[in-house]
């Protein structure tokens, strides 16, 4: 069976199919891309914008340790370590039995070993059947389009931040992550997740552009389900999810918005569903 590994040493892309290949230019990628088997990344890997990417089912993609001097410029949510930084097109559609995994060379490694994967100014990002741990933010997008369906988010540090960006999230599980879905402006469709067992399920910090966010479940997130930042002075329309409790008081507890807050606006919870969602991303 044909085993495939990428790697960038040095900056240099190795491709290994069972003998050491030729270097091949820098970790820049062009063209049509092809991964299969096992990836492994070390540093910075990107894909330029004339790139497409395309990640078979089954392929597990392994982000190995990479440390980079600290300075005194680093921009609020930089990804340090091993990622990915996208501009062109990616294509990562797994299966139910042969997901793609994204995670960290050590199996045991903590949440923040690998920064993730930033997609900036891209053609468009799609997702699904995945599995993404130990990431600081395993997806972060700025100015594309990103789909995101029926995956797994565990043990990152951050799941999903997003800015500028038409997000699609459904029918994802997200669990014991340290924020599950960071909303910090755009126009997302979130429905249909499960989100539980998080420090924190939803963070919406701008609210202003259009969004549907409905038919998703919020258990047991251990800080509060939903937030609201302080630029969020509006009503919030968060109707038709699921709380894991039809107790009015009980939802309001998780909630952080203008009950809890002067600065705040509020959530409008109800009508809320008295069922939650069923069997959402990967078990």
């Known amino acids: 069976?044909?085993?495939?590994?990428?790697?960038?040493?040095?900056?240099?892309?190795?491709?290994?199919?069972?003998?050491?290949?030729?270097?091949?230019?820098?970790?820049?990628?062009?063209?049509?891309?092809?991964?299969?088997?096992?990836?492994?990344?070390?540093?910075?890997m990107i894909i330029a914008p004339n790139a497409v990417l395309t990640i078979a089912p089954g392929t597990r993609v392994v982000f190995e340790p990479?440390?980079?001097?600290?300075?005194?410029?680093?921009?609020?949510?930089e990804l340090r370590g091993s990622r990915m930084l996208v501009h062109g097109k990616i294509v990562a559609h797994g299966t139910p039995q042969k997901p793609i995994v994204f995670m960290a060379?050590?199996?045991?490694?903590?949440?923040?070993?690998?920064?993730?994967?930033k997609i900036q100014d891209a053609r468009s990002a799609s997702f699904s059947y995945c599995e993404f741990s130990q990431a600081t933010n395993a997806l972060h997008s700025c100015r594309s389009w990103v789909s995101v369906e029926y995956?797994?988010?565990?043990?990152?540090?951050?799941?999903?931040?997003?800015?500028d960006t038409e997000m699609l999230i459904e029918r994802n599980l997200f669990r014991e992550n340290g924020t599950a879905i960071y909303f910090l402006s755009g126009s997302p469709v979130i429905c249909e997740n499960k989100m539980t067992e998080n420090d924190q399920g939803l963070v919406i910090a701008d609210a202003s552009g259009r969004y549907r966010i409905a038919n998703n479940s919020f258990i047991d997130n251990r800080a509060y389900n939903v937030g609201l930042g302080e630029r969020v002075r509006n009503t919030v329309d968060l109707r038709e999810n699921y709380w894991g409790t039809t107790d009015a008081s009980r939802v309001?507890?998780?909630?952080?918005?203008?009950?809890?807050?002067?600065?705040?606006?509020?959530?409008?919870?109800?009508p809320m569903r008295s069922t939650p969602v069923k069997a959402p991303g990967l078990r």
Not at 105 to 117: L, T
Not at 151 to 163: C, D, E
Request: charged content about 15%; overall charge neutral.
């Open 1 to 44: 069976m044909k085993y495939f590994i990428a790697m960038i040493l040095g900056g240099v892309l190795l491709a290994l199919t069972g003998c050491l290949a030729p270097p091949v230019d820098t970790n820049v990628l062009s063209g049509s891309i092809y991964w299969h088997g096992e990836v492994h990344v070390h540093g910075e």
């Open 66 to 77: 990479h440390s980079e001097p600290l300075t005194g410029t680093r921009k609020p949510h």
């Open 105 to 117: 060379a050590d199996p045991d490694a903590q949440p923040g070993s690998w920064g993730g994967i």
């Open 151 to 163: 995956s797994r988010f565990q043990n990152n540090k951050v799941a999903i931040l997003f800015h």
């Open 252 to 270: 309001e507890n998780k909630l952080f918005d203008g009950r809890h807050s002067l600065w705040s606006g509020q959530i409008v919870y109800r």
